[in-house]
């Protein structure tokens, strides 16, 4: 049916298929489907569904782990790369991160030379603590997007995803006159900082607002002179987390960035490098997205991203039901801004 008349019932935004570009379609055939069925599965069924073993809960890990990777365990060095070079390259860079070295291209190079050896430590579950001390330009712009093109194959520009936030929050300044929306738009109008950081982090905070979802599992904040080593970390989620140094993104000047409840980055001044770490570690680090947060960081995933997996879900799965391909409220929101404007 998508196939046939594509510009009715293909999902597509800004020219990308999302999923597998029939998500919705097959959403709406189930849901009509669940209703012709309710009430009609045997509870033996029911039964046999919820028993899983071992194995195919290590097996749904993994698959959930690897989502969207392109090179999720790399299974040999590079030509030319051996375990003593390995040491060597991670000791150089330990000894350049301690120098405060800002080179990015230099980084990036031998972030990529050792990306081999990151994986193995991470995939064998090295401590957050530990791969900050080992591997430091991980959790820096540079080294940690390095490390996520190896693993996804996906590169961008900062400006694209500066254009399609400010699609976004375009559109919901056209479409949503909701209290809680009107407060972003009015503080974002207030801010006096660069267009493309107010329009980022407006971006984030007008999802979060759409999808319902906890803001505090994703902004700290804290007093804007806070020190890295000032930052009660037992108050830190331990998903991926941005500390907002000042009581809201769109003012704040400084931003951090914790994992684990370890603050790994504590000096970030451009939001859009902020966003950039904390969305990428959950694929460089194998962290499942929160429930709390799963619409906003699909919605990043398709849309900033460009990660069109047609398979699974990088959303942790709290309960027996088969989860959709594409969470249908994401789905719908695409559809509604690709309707609206985003392929003038």
């Known amino acids: 049916m998508a196939m046939a008349y594509p510009e009715a019932f293909k999902d597509i935004i800004e020219g990308e298929v999302v999923g597998s570009g029939y998500d919705s379609v097959i959403k709406q055939l189930i849901n009509r489907l669940d209703n012709v069925r309710r009430g009609k599965t045997s509870l033996s069924l029911k039964r046999r569904a919820a028993g899983n073993s071992e194995e195919d809960t290590l097996c749904r890990k993994k698959r959930l782990d690897s989502y969207g990777c392109k090179n999720w365990q790399p299974v040999q060095l590079p030509a030319n790369e051996t375990p003593d070079t390995q040491i060597s390259v991670k000791q150089e860079m330990k000894k350049m991160k301690k120098e405060q070295f800002h080179d990015a291209k230099i980084v990036e190079n031998m972030m990529r030379a050792t990306f081999f050896t990151q994986r193995k430590d991470i995939i064998n579950g090295v401590e957050t603590s ?4 080992e591997w430091p330009y991980l959790f820096e712009t540079s080294g940690m997007m390095s490390h996520f093109k190896e693993l996804t194959a996906i590169d961008f520009e900062d400006k694209t995803i500066a254009s399609k936030c400010a699609r976004v929050v375009s559109y919901f300044r056209c479409t949503d006159k909701t209290a ?8 974002m109008e207030k801010s006096s900082k660069n267009v493309d950081d107010i329009n980022a982090a407006g971006f984030l905070q007008l999802l979060l607002k759409y999808f319902s979802e906890r803001e505090d599992q994703m902004f700290h904040k804290v007093d804007q002179t806070t020190l890295p080593s000032e930052v009660d970390c037992a108050k830190l989620p331990s998903t991926p987390c941005i500390i907002v ?7 704040a000047e400084n931003f951090m960035f914790s994992v684990d409840q370890v603050v790994v980055n504590g000096h970030i001044t451009i939001f859009c490098d902020a966003l950039k770490l904390m969305f990428a570690s959950y694929y460089c680090l194998n962290i499942s997205y929160p429930v709390d ?3 906003t960081l699909e919605f990043v995933q398709r849309c900033l991203f460009k990660m069109n997996p047609e398979k699974g879900s990088k959303v942790e799965k709290t309960t ?3 989860q959709s391909a594409v969470s249908p409220k994401v789905l719908s929101l695409i559809s509604k801004i690709a309707d609206y404007e985003w392929m003038d």
């Open 293 to 295: 947060q799963g619409g």
């Open 320 to 322: 027996s039901r088969k």
């Open 245 to 251: 140094c000042g009581s809201s993104p769109l003012t």
């Open 180 to 187: 809680k929306m009107q407060t972003i738009f009015r503080e």
């Open 130 to 133: 530990d791969l900050l001390h």
